[in-house]
C-alpha cells in the first residue's frame, strides 16, 4: 500500500466532515501548546483558508482524494523553530486523529504524520550540532 493517497478516492460528507474536525481540533490543541502556540500564532493570520488547505491534505493523505496540489515541505523549511518541536506536533496531531476520526482513518492518519514528521526533521535539522542535538547547519 502507499504511504500517501491510501484510499480509495471517493469520501462521504461524513468523512470529510470528520477531517476537517481533527484539523481544527489539531489547532485548538496546538495553539494552547507552549512550543507550537508561538510558532503557529506567528505564521499563521488567515485561519479559515489555512485549516482548509491543510484538510484537502488530509483527505488526499487518509482518502487519497488528489485535492492537495501544494508542496508541504517548503512552508517549513522557512520557519523558525527547533526539533523539539516535531514531538508537540505529534503528540497534538495524534491525539487530534484519534479523538475526530473512525478508528482505520486515524491509523492511516497517524502513520502518514509520523512519517512525514520524521522526514520534515530529517530534511530541515540535516545535521549534528556541537551538542550532538539535529542542527540547520554543520
Ligand atoms: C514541528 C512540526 C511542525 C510545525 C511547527 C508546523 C507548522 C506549520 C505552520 C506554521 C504552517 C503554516 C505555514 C505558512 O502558511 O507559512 C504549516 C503548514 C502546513 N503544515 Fe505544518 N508544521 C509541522 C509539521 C507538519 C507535518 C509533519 C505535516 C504533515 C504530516 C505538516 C503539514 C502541513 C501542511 C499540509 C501545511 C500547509 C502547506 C501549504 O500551505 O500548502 N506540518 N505548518
Request: neutral net charge.
Amino acid at each position: 500500500m502507499a504511504l500517501i493517497e491510501a484510499g480509495s478516492g471517493c469520501t462521504t460528507p461524513g468523512q470529510e466532515a470528520a477531517i476537517e474536525r481533527m484539523v481544527r481540533l489539531f489547532y485548538e490543541r496546538g495553539l494552547r501548546d507552549d512550543v507550537l502556540g508561538p510558532i503557529f500564532r506567528a505564521a499563521i493570520h488567515d485561519w479559515e483558508p489555512h485549516i482548509a488547505i491543510v484538510a484537502d491534505f488530509w483527505s488526499g493523505a487518509v482518502h487519497g482524494t488528489g485535492r492537495y496540489r501544494g508542496n508541504a515541505f517548503a512552508p517549513h523549511a522557512r520557519l523558525d523553530f527547533g526539533p523539539e518541536a516535531f514531538e508537540r506536533w505529534l503528540a497534538a496531531f495524534e491525539s487530534a486523529a484519534r479523538d475526530a476520526l473512525a478508528a482505520p482513518d486515524a491509523d492511516v492518519a497517524i502513520r502518514v504524520a509520523r512519517h512525514m514528521a520524521q522526514s520534515f526533521r530529517a530534511g530541515i535539522f540535516p545535521f549534528t550540532g556541537k551538542d550532538g542535538r539535529p542542527s540547520r547547519t554543520p
